[in-house]
C-alpha cells in the first residue's frame, strides 16, 4: 500500500509565527487531503488538493504530484490552530474505492 | 443540522460483550466508512461501502461488520469485545462533485472495552 510521512511529527509555535508541514507520499495518487484534528478530537476537512495550489485564510496547501509531496502553510499562528494536522492520500479508482491513507501526523501547539 | 452524526459518542462495555455504534450522513454522499484511531492518534480504514461494493480492509476481525440498510446509513457492529478494540472510531462520508472530493468525518465514538 501507499506510505505517507509527514513532517515534522510535532511543532510548537509561538502566537503569530509561520509554519510549514510537510507530507510525502510513496506512490501516484489523484487524491490528497489535509485535515486538521482540533484538541476535542473533531477532524475538519481543510483542502483537497491533488495538485497546484490552493489558499483559505491563513492556510494555503502546495501539492507537486510528480515529486510526490505536498505541504501545508500556517501563517500568523493562533491558538486555535492547535491539533493534529494530518495528510491522506488515496487513489480514485473504481466507486466504493476511495479510502484514504493517513500519515501519523503533525501535532501542533501554538502557544500564546 | 450535524452532516455526518454518530452514536453514542461514548461506550463503555465489558470484555465479550457485543455492541453497535450507528453512523448517518444527511450530505447525500454516496460512499460511506469506518475508520479506527488509535491511542497513537493514528488513523486506519476499516471499511468503505456504497451501495454496490463493501470494501474491507483486510487486518480487520471478522468480529467486526458494517451494516447499512439504507445509503445515508452505515453502522458497525462488533462481536466478542476486547481490550484492544478500545479506540475512537469514525465514520465518514465522500463525493466526488465537480472534480472535488468532499469528505466529512462524523465526531467520532470513543470505545472503552474494560
Known amino acids: 500500500g501507499i506510505q505517507v510521512e509527514q513532517s515534522p511529527p510535532d511543532l510548537i509555535l509561538q502566537e503569530g509565527a509561520n509554519s510549514t508541514l510537510r507530507c510525502n507520499f510513496s506512490?501516484?495518487?489523484?487524491?490528497l487531503q489535509w485535515f486538521h484534528q482540533n484538541p476535542w478530537g473533531q477532524l475538519i476537512n481543510l483542502f483537497y488538493?491533488?495538485?497546484g495550489t490552493k489558499q483559505n485564510g491563513r492556510l494555503s496547501a502546495t501539492t507537486v504530484a510528480t515529486e510526490r509531496y505536498s505541504l501545508l502553510y500556517i501563517s500568523s499562528s493562533q491558538t486555535t490552530d492547535s491539533g493534529v494536522y494530518f495528510c491522506?492520500?488515496?487513489?480514485?479508482?473504481?466507486?466504493?474505492?476511495?479510502?484514504?491513507?493517513f500519515g501519523s501526523g503533525t501535532r501542533l501547539q501554538v502557544q500564546p | 443540522d450535524t452532516a455526518v452524526s454518530q452514536t453514542p459518542k461514548y461506550l463503555v462495555t465489558q470484555m465479550g460483550n457485543d455492541k453497535s455504534i450507528k453512523c448517518e450522513q444527511n450530505l447525500g454522499h454516496d460512499t460511506m466508512y469506518w475508520y479506527k484511531q488509535d491511542s497513537k492518534k493514528f488513523l486506519k480504514i476499516m471499511f468503505s461501502y456504497n451501495n454496490k461494493e463493501l470494501i474491507i480492509n483486510e487486518t480487520v476481525p471478522n468480529r467486526f461488520s458494517p451494516k447499512s440498510p439504507d445509503k445515508a446509513h452505515l453502522n458497525l457492529h462488533i462481536n466478542s469485545l476486547e481490550l484492544g478494540d478500545s479506540a475512537v472510531y469514525f465514520c465518514?462520508?465522500?463525493?466526488?462533485?465537480?472534480?472535488?472530493?468532499?469528505?466529512?468525518f462524523g465526531s467520532g465514538t470513543r470505545l472503552t472495552v474494560v
Open positions: 491522506a492520500v488515496g487513489r480514485l479508482m473504481d466507486t466504493g474505492r476511495r479510502a484514504l491513507t
Open positions: 488538493i491533488p495538485s
Open positions: 465518514a462520508s465522500s463525493q466526488v462533485e465537480g472534480g472535488v472530493y468532499g469528505y466529512t
Open positions: 506512490d501516484s495518487v489523484n487524491n
